[in-house]
C-alpha cells in the first residue's frame, strides 16, 4: 500500500462524504482522520470529524476538534455554532462561560455571538425577525387570517406584501404555511425553501419546514432542518416534537427518535403532540403496555381524539386485551363514523381472531372512506381470495397507475394485486406488480446487505471459542419460554400454533423482549459487541430476569410463554446463558421458496429492509446459513431444528418430535393446530387457521425466468442448469 500524501486527499475526502452520507460514520470518521495525517491544518476535516463525534454523542471529543479547528479559522461561525451546541448537551456552566468570552473576543458579527448566548443560557423563547420595511399591522392581520382559519384570505394579503418586500423571511414563511394549509404541497415547497435561504438561522421557519417535510412523507429531508431548529431554540417544544416523528418516518434508531419527544416532554409535560407520537413509537417497538398508558395521557391532555384512540385500542390489541381493544374501536366509530383507520384497524384485530367474514365487512368500508389507501388493499387481502371479475381488481390496478397515489401506497397495492394475480393463477403476471413494488419499498428504504455482514462477524467474534455450554450465570432466572425463529416465512407461525395448541403452552407472538434487553448488555458505547467473557453475570442475568417478567405481565399466570421473534437465532448462545431453562426452535425452509415468499410480502415499515431486493435476500440467507452453522457448532444440542418441508410431509412425525425437544408430554390437540382460536398476528394469518396442505412446497416453480435472478444469487445447486 502506498503511503499517503497530499495528491490522495482529495479522494479520501470523497471516500469521507460518501461513507457519511450512507451513515457509516466510524469509517467515514477514520477516513477524515487520514487526511488530518497528511495536512494536520484541515480545517474541513476536523470539522466533518467535529459533526460525526456530534452525532455520536461524542462531545467532549468534537469540543476537542473544533478546539483545534477554531485556531486555524476564528471566524468560522458553523465551527463555534457546532461547538455551542456541543456544549448544550454537556451541560458544563463553566465551559460555557470560558466558551462564550472566546466568542465574544473572536471576529464574529456581534448578532450571532448574542443568538449562541441566548441558545446555551436559555433566555430565548423566539427568534428574533427582521420585517424589513414590511407593515406590521398587513403582517398581523395575515397571521390573525392564519390562526382564524382562513388561509386562502391570508395567502392573498401575503403575496402582495412578498412581492414588495421579497428578502423578508417571515413573509415567507406564512405563505408557506398558507399553502400548506390549502393543499398545494408544491408551492408550499418552494415557499418554506425561500425561507430558508432567506434566513437561514430562522429557527421557527426551519421548524416548520421541517414539520411539513414530516407531514408530507419526505421524513430524512425533515430531519436536519429539525436539528437545526433545535440547536438554534433548544425551547421550541413543537420542533422536537417534529424531529421525533421525522427520526421515526426516516428509520433512525428508536432511541433518537424517543430522545427528541422526551425533550419536548420535558419542556411541557402534557404536550399533546409529544405523548401521542411516543405512544406510537413505543406500539412500533412492541412496548404495548407503556403505549397503552402513554395513549391515555394524549387523550387526557387534548391530543388529536380520533389517533390517540386508535393508538391506545392498537396497544390494547398488542397487549393480548382483544376485547376492551374492539371495544375501544366500537366506541371510537360510534363517535367518528368516518374514520376510516378505524374500521382497517378493526378489520385487522378480527382477522387475527379468525372472524373473517366480520374483517371483510370493515375492510370494505375502510376502502369505501379511503380508496387510495394502499395499506388497507394489501391488509384485506392477507386473508381474502378475490376472484378475477372482482371489481376491487380494476379500482387497484387504476390506482397502481395513478400518479397522485404516494409511493408507499401504491407499493402496497402492488403486493395487493400480485397476491390476486398469484390467488386467480395467472401467474404470468404477479411479477408484473411484484417487482415495481419491491423497487418502490426499496427506494423508500435504502438497505446495505453488508450491515448484516458487519453484525454477523461481529456476533461471532464476541462469542467464538467461550465454551458457553460450561458457563453458568448465576442469579438467572428459571422462566422457561419456548422460542421460536427463523427467517420469515419460513413456518415459524405454523410451528408456534402447533406448541400453542398445547395446554401447558401459551403462544405469545412476536415479542423480542430478551434480544432486544440483551442487546444493550451485550454492546459496548459504539455499538460494537463485547467479547461475552468479559459481560457479568449479573448484567446477563438481570436482562433474562426482565425479559421474564415482561412476558409473564402479558400472561399473567402462564405456565410456559412462546416467543416467535424471528431474529432470535442471532442471539441463541446468550438467551440460553440468560435463561438455562429456555428451549429454542429454529425453522428452516427450501430457501427458493422461502426467499420467494418474503419477496412476495411487504412488512411494517422499516422491517426486513433485505426483503426487497432478490439478490440481498440471498445474501441474507447464507449469513442465516452462516449462524446458524455457528451456533450448531458452539453450542451443539441447545435448540431444535426443523424443516417446514418434513413437517409437512409428516405433520405427526414431526411435531411429536417437536414437542418431545421442548420438554413437554404428547396432546393430540398439537394435531388440530388450526382450531385454536388464540390472535395470530402475522401475515400468515389466514393460513395458521387451516389444516396443513401441500401447494406452498415448490411455489418458486411458477414463475420460470422470473426467479432466475434469485436462484443465481443462492448459487450452488440452487442456480439454473443450462
Not at 360510534?334 to 371483510?360: E, H, K, N, V, Y
Not at 434480544?515 to 455499538?527: I, S
Request: glycine share 6%; charged share 25%.
Amino acid at each position: 500500500m502506498l503511503p499517503l500524501g497530499p495528491a490522495q486527499i482529495p479522494a479520501l475526502v470523497k471516500e469521507a462524504r460518501a461513507l457519511e452520507a450512507a451513515g457509516k460514520l466510524e469509517q467515514a470518521r477514520a477516513k477524515y482522520a487520514n487526511v488530518l495525517t497528511i495536512d494536520g491544518r484541515m480545517a474541513p476535516a476536523l470539522f466533518q470529524m467535529a459533526q460525526i463525534d456530534f452525532k455520536l454523542k461524542r462531545y467532549d471529543s468534537a469540543t476537542g476538534l473544533l478546539d483545534r479547528a477554531l485556531k486555524l479559522k476564528p471566524g468560522e461561525q458553523a465551527l463555534w455554532g457546532l461547538y455551542a451546541r456541543a456544549l448544550e448537551q454537556l451541560n458544563d456552566r463553566a465551559r460555557t462561560a470560558a466558551f462564550l468570552k472566546r466568542a465574544k473576543a473572536a471576529p464574529l458579527p456581534p448578532k450571532f455571538v448574542v443568538a449562541m448566548q441566548d441558545a446555551l443560557t436559555g433566555n430565548r423563547a423566539r427568534t428574533r425577525v427582521d420585517l424589513g420595511k414590511a407593515p406590521p399591522d398587513q403582517v398581523q392581520r395575515a397571521v390573525r387570517m392564519m390562526e382564524g382559519g382562513d388561509p386562502a384570505g391570508a395567502l392573498k394579503v401575503i403575496a402582495a406584501l412578498r412581492r414588495a418586500h421579497p428578502e423578508v423571511a417571515l413573509l415567507a414563511d406564512i405563505e408557506a404555511n398558507a399553502q400548506a394549509a390549502l393543499g398545494n404541497t408544491a408551492g408550499a415547497d418552494a415557499a418554506f425553501r425561500d425561507v430558508v435561504r432567506l434566513a437561514p438561522d430562522y429557527a421557527e421557519g426551519l421548524a416548520n419546514y421541517g414539520a411539513f417535510l414530516q407531514r408530507t412523507g419526505r421524513s430524512a429531508e425533515a430531519v436536519p432542518f429539525l436539528e437545526r431548529a433545535v440547536a438554534l431554540l433548544p425551547k421550541l417544544t413543537r420542533a422536537w416534537v417534529a424531529l421525533g416523528a421525522a427520526r421515526v418516518g426516516a428509520n433512525l434508531p428508536p432511541a433518537q427518535a424517543e430522545e427528541a419527544l422526551r425533550r419536548a416532554l420535558s419542556l411541557d409535560a402534557a404536550h399533546p403532540g409529544a405523548l401521542l407520537e411516543l405512544a406510537q413509537l413505543q406500539l412500533q417497538e412492541h412496548q404495548a403496555v407503556q403505549s397503552a398508558e402513554t395513549a391515555r395521557a394524549a387523550i387526557r391532555a387534548g391530543a388529536d381524539a380520533d389517533r390517540a384512540r386508535l393508538c391506545l385500542a392498537r396497544a390494547l390489541a398488542e397487549a393480548g386485551d382483544e376485547t376492551a381493544a374492539l371495544a375501544e374501536l366500537d366506541s371510537l366509530l360510534a363517535d367518528s363514523p368516518g374514520f376510516g383507520p378505524a374500521f382497517s384497524a378493526r378489520a385487522g384485530i378480527l382477522q387475527t381472531l379468525g372472524r373473517f367474514d366480520d374483517a371483510r365487512a370493515d375492510f370494505r368500508t375502510a376502502l369505501e372512506i379511503m380508496p387510495k389507501n394502499g395499506e388497507t388493499y394489501r391488509l384485506y387481502l392477507l386473508a381474502e381470495k378475490i376472484a378475477a371479475d372482482d371489481p376491487l381488481v380494476p379500482q387497484m390496478q387504476a390506482l397502481f397507475d395513478d400518479d397522485s397515489v404516494t409511493d408507499f401506497s401504491r407499493a402496497n397495492i402492488g403486493f395487493a394485486l400480485a397476491k390476486t394475480m398469484e390467488d386467480t393463477k395467472q401467474y404470468d403476471r404477479v411479477f408484473t406488480y411484484l417487482r415495481p413494488a419491491n423497487e418502490l419499498v426499496r427506494q423508500l428504504y435504502p438497505y446495505d446487505v453488508v450491515e448484516r455482514r458487519n453484525r454477523v462477524d461481529a456476533i461471532k467474534a464476541a462469542f467464538a471459542g467461550r465454551d458457553l455450554t460450561a458457563r453458568t450465570v448465576s442469579g438467572a432466572s428459571d422462566f422457561a419460554p419456548i422460542f421460536v425463529t427463523g427467517l420469515p416465512r419460513s413456518g415459524t407461525t405454523l410451528v408456534e400454533q402447533i406448541l400453542a395448541s398445547h395446554s401447558r403452552v401459551t403462544g405469545g407472538g412476536e415479542l423480542g423482549y430478551l434480544p432486544h434487553e440483551l442487546e444493550k448488555v451485550l454492546h459496548d458505547a459504539d455499538l460494537s459487541f463485547r467479547d461475552i467473557a468479559t459481560v457479568p453475570d449479573d448484567d446477563i442475568a438481570r436482562a433474562g430476569r426482565i425479559a421474564a417478567e415482561r412476558m409473564l405481565a402479558l400472561h399473567p399466570g402462564a405456565d410456559i410463554v412462546t416467543d416467535k421473534s424471528v431474529q432470535s437465532y442471532l442471539s441463541i448462545g446468550p438467551i440460553r446463558l440468560a435463561l438455562p431453562n429456555a428451549r429454542i426452535v429454529v425453522v428452516r425452509r427450501d430457501p427458493r421458496d422461502n426467499l420467494l415468499s418474503i419477496y412476495r410480502n411487504m412488512f411494517a415499515p422499516g422491517r426486513h429492509l433485505y426483503s426487497y431486493d432478490r439478490k440481498d435476500l440471498a445474501a441474507y440467507y447464507h449469513l442465516f446459513e452462516e449462524i446458524i452453522a455457528f451456533w450448531r457448532q458452539e453450542v451443539p444440542g441447545w435448540f431444535h431444528e426443523i424443516a417446514y418441508e418434513d413437517l409437512i410431509a409428516d405433520p405427526e412425525g414431526q411435531s411429536r418430535a417437536l414437542i418431545k425437544a421442548c420438554g413437554l408430554d404428547w396432546e393430540d390437540a398439537c394435531l388440530n393446530f388450526h382450531e385454536n382460536k388464540r390472535r395470530v398476528d402475522t401475515l400468515s394469518v389466514h393460513q395458521v387457521r387451516q389444516p396443513i396442505y401441500k401447494s406452498s412446497l415448490k411455489a418458486w416453480e411458477r414463475y420460470g425466468s422470473e426467479v432466475d435472478e434469485l436462484l443465481d444469487a443462492l448459487g450452488g445447486d440452487y442456480a439454473r442448469k443450462d
